[in-house]
């Protein structure tokens, strides 16, 4: 009897353990075709319902894709044509950032104390304690629509920030700055030191907010210089997580890898149509061989 009581007793803290393990988990809730996600940016892998996305993988989501990932009462939702990465670090107080290159993003975050997620986009960074707000990237701007709570918006080249609340939005162009709206009323921008984007805009060859000196300087850094900055961790100067998920010195699935995957995404499985040109080819090479084959056998 006392061994049958110690086996449920292991077996209920080996459960409690693997729950608590997978607590911090980003799994999918729902997800149409055209949606994959790669961890290294070269290999695409289709989403389904049920999966566990791993930490620091980037999701590309097609024409008619939608993917809605998971994780407590949290949620964030991709849209149609929309690419996005997910960054999670653990030591100590959980902390999230989503790396947003494209598309539009629905996302419910858990309210706590401290501000604990970040919205990073090629022109705007978005932190919050607890919100459901919206997230929408072009290849010229960035806006933020929040539907509850409060959200801190900061322009990176403009040098402003605002926050904004319920019924309020913030528009960033990669030129002109940012732009505030409201139902009732209008958040107020304030002016801060400006700074550089961590990813660039579809397209793009140099980040928002960096002058030609330093763009002339980050192309010419050697690659083991720049993947260096912020390995493992935190990077106190920034505020951003450490390197996984950079691109060189800043974050992004790089623009071959970006375009890559809308077209993996586009096509529903991540094969492309280079796959269907192949098959075909290959079933060409296959018949002109056989007939070949058959005109030497009436030889």
Known sequence: MFRVFSFFLVLFFFAIGSANAAEGDWQVARASQQVNFTVDKRNW?????????PNTAWISTGPRGRVQLVRGVE???????????????????????????AG????????????????????????????????????????VSVNRGLVQVTSFASGQRA??????????????????????????????APSVAR?????????????ETES???????????????????DSASGSFGSEGRNGNHYGADNASSNGSMNAASNGN????????????????????KDKDKGKGKR
């Open 199 to 211: 990813v660039p805009a579809v397209g793009a060859t140099t980040l928002n907010g960096q002058t």
């Open 75 to 101: 949620s964030i939702s991709f849209q149609p044509n929309t690419v996005a990465g997910v960054f999670t670090s653990d030591f100590g107080e959980r902390k999230t950032e989503v790396v947003e290159q």
């Open 270 to 289: 991540g094969s492309g149509k280079d796959k269907d040109k192949q098959d075909k080819k290959d079933k060409k090479d296959k018949k002109d061989k």
């Open 104 to 143: 539009v993003l629905d996302l419910e975050i858990e309210k706590r104390s401290k501000p604990h997620t970040t919205v990073q986009t090629p022109f705007l960074a978005a932190v919050v304690k607890g919100t459901i707000f919206r997230v929408s990237v072009s290849k010229s701007a960035a806006e």
């Open 163 to 192: 926050n904004v609340g319920p019924g309020q939005g913030a528009s960033v162009d990669g030129v002109k700055g940012m732009t505030v709206s409201g139902d009732v009323s209008t958040p107020v921008v304030t002016a801060v």
């Open 216 to 234: 002339s300087k980050a192309s010419s850094t050697p690659s083991s210089v720049s993947n260096s900055a912020g390995s493992g961790g935190r």
């Open 45 to 53: 892998v289709a989403v389904r319902a049920g999966d566990i996305i």
